[in-house]
């Protein structure tokens, strides 16, 4: 990813993210490492401006484009690790949380931290994070809003390997993948899908009402009232 600063998701970065899966898998990749070319920020998740007073229609399709480019992601034939050398909060963290395996630096922040911010994880952030890290302790994590810090990330099991910068948790991704490499493709990508086919299911089977949620949420004027002042603390904290 390489959206600066923050590698927030707009709906043209996710139309990116989006071809870039479907050229991978066009062209037979045998491996991807989602990586950030920020030297601290993962991906600071969807871009909030996008929902803050947004027209209709650009936040369908915002939603859209998000939930074609997460079914692709959480989906495909080939193996995927996150790099994780930066912060990976709400959006950021669904993205790792969507690849097969996730390495992580030391003194990251790792979360759905949406609770915090007022709003909800959607229900397919939900089950990808309790797919991860378990029922009870992705109940507790998503009703605090919890960030978690690297050693927490570890040893709750919502990244598999801590490296100690960006080079060597490049090098353990890659490692990753090559430890995939002699796997029979497609032994390999029937089993992938077994696990995740509810998770992906729930949301192909509800994507019109999923959207009608999301946008009835985020319209209501106490939400963009939240949406505004978050936006502004964010701002008075660079400026
Ligand atoms: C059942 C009902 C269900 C209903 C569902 C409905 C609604 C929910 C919908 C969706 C779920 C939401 C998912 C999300 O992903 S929301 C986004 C959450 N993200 C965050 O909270 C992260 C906010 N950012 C940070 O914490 C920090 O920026 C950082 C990532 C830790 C990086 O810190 P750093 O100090 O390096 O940078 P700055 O904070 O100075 O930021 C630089 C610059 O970027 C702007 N910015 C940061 N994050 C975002 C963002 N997510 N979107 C847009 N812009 C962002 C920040 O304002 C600064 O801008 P400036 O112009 O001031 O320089």
Known sequence: MNRPPVNSLN???LEQLHRALVRLENEKCRGMILSSSSPTVFSAGLDI???YKPELEKARKFWRTLQDMWLKLYSTPY???AAIHG???AGGCLLALSCEYRVIVPNVKIGLNETQLGIVAPQWFQDCMRNVIGERQAEKALIAGHMFNTEQALQVGLVDEVAADKAACIARA???????ANLPLLARKTVKLGFRNSTLSRLMTGREADT???IEYIFQPKV???IELYLQSLSKKSG
């Open 11 to 13: 709906t043209e970065h």
């Open 87 to 89: 912060h990976a909060p």
């Open 174 to 180: 890659e490692a990753f993948l090559a430890s995939q």
């Open 49 to 51: 401006r996008e929902m």
């Open 224 to 226: 963009q009232k939240g």
């Open 212 to 214: 009608k949620i999301f």
């Open 79 to 81: 193996p995927t690790v």
